[in-house]
């Protein structure tokens, strides 16, 4: 019917009526009648998506402790057999800010909804701690924040979500340096450094790499972001930033203690902690970098009825459809 075995026409109007023809073994049975000729054997076909939320902010050093590094945007990827017609909503999440002088601020859930299909959300990464938040803990989200001290008493390292993201780092309440955040493919590294004022910072959780679009290098995903290094002088470096757009940890440059750096936005980075020098007042840490959405189909299913989203591409068979801001898509 309509040329294709499946699924059943269902025609349910009172009052209509229908008149059908057999054309050939390709088209089998047609409606030939106005109001009757809207396809009645809709076909699925196969969506590949890639989403990433907003990652964590770093969290605030200075003082006598570093900030912790804020936990990449969660991450999911996967397929679903999808229906033409169907009307879906994108959201991409914003990456937290990176404190002044307090905990980092959580990252923004992403999306893609619609009646019809399988809602996919993956979780904001969560916030640095910092020792200006009591209690000191890394927060909870697609990838968990990395701990923090305050008052002598350690934080807890914030969770991630079981299958988009690893947690935080711990520390110990001797260390002056705050906890990696964790990132998609590993958790951040923890601290449990001595209470020295010449310490390098910690490490954020490396991201997962993904093919959906296709490229000369690999490119990796939610990284989660290095904590600040504590120091008099330049001798120490702030932690690294996990691949997949971690921001760097703060680190002194020329005796002046520097801010986290930026989580990469359309990659979920978390935000790398702020730097402490033992003597300067607050020091910032970096805001999570922004997530992104991506979809890759098929060309031959490709519904140009998108808005919102950056000039598609072709792979070959397939074309895919990035969003770095929220926007629309109809199957």
């Known amino acids: 019917y309509q040329g294709n075995s499946s699924p059943n026409p269902v025609y349910d109007t009172a009052g ?27 076909q699925s076909y196969t969506l ?34 999808v229906s033409a017609g169907i009307a879906v909503t994108i959201t991409v999440g914003d990456g937290g800010a990176g404190a002044s002088s307090a905990a980092g601020v959580d990252g923004d859930d992403s999306s893609f909804t619609g009646t ?7 979780t ?24 923090n001290n305050y008052g002598g008493a350690s934080g807890t390292a914030g969770s991630g979500t079981a299958g988009q993201g690893y947690d935080g780092g711990s520390r110990t309440s001797t260390s002056r340096i705050g906890a990696g955040g964790g990132g998609a493919g590993a958790a ?5 450094g001595s209470s ?20 000369s290098t690999d490119v990796y995903y939610a990284g989660g972001g290095g904590s600040g290094m504590v120091s008099y002088t330049t001798g120490a470096i702030g932690g690294d930033g996990g691949d997949g ?26 935000g790398g902690g702020g730097a402490c020098d033992c003597s300067a007042g607050n020091v910032a840490g ?25 000039t598609p591409t072709t792979d070959g068979d397939y074309t895919v459809i990035k969003w770095h801001g929220d926007g629309s898509f109809t199957t």
């Open 48 to 81: 590949e998506y890639l989403v990433v939320a907003g990652g964590g902010g770093g969290g605030s050093g200075g003082g006598s402790t570093s900030g912790a590094g804020g936990g990449a945007g969660g991450l999911l990827t996967g397929t679903q057999s």
């Open 124 to 147: 904001g990464g969560g916030g640095g701690g910092s020792q200006h938040a009591d209690p000191a803990d890394g927060g909870d989200g697609g990838s968990g924040g990395g701990a």
């Open 188 to 192: 951040g590294e923890s601290s449990t």
């Open 116 to 122: 019809g299909i399988t809602d996919v959300t993956s």
């Open 286 to 310: 970096g805001n999570g970098g922004t997530g992104i959405v991506i979809l890759r189909m098929l060309t031959a299913n490709y519904s140009s009825t998108v808005s919102g989203n950056e």
């Open 245 to 270: 757009g971690g921001g760097d940890g703060g680190h002194v440059v020329s005796n002046d203690a520097a801010v986290g750096s930026a989580g990469t936005d359309y990659l979920g980075g978390g």
């Open 196 to 215: 020295s004022c010449e310490e390098a910072g910690k490490d954020g959780g490396v991201g997962l790499q993904n093919d959906i679009v296709e490229t």
């Open 16 to 42: 209509e009526s229908i008149r059908i023809v057999y054309v050939d073994t390709t088209k089998g049975w047609v409606p030939t009648n106005d109001g009757t000729v809207a396809l009645e054997t809709p």
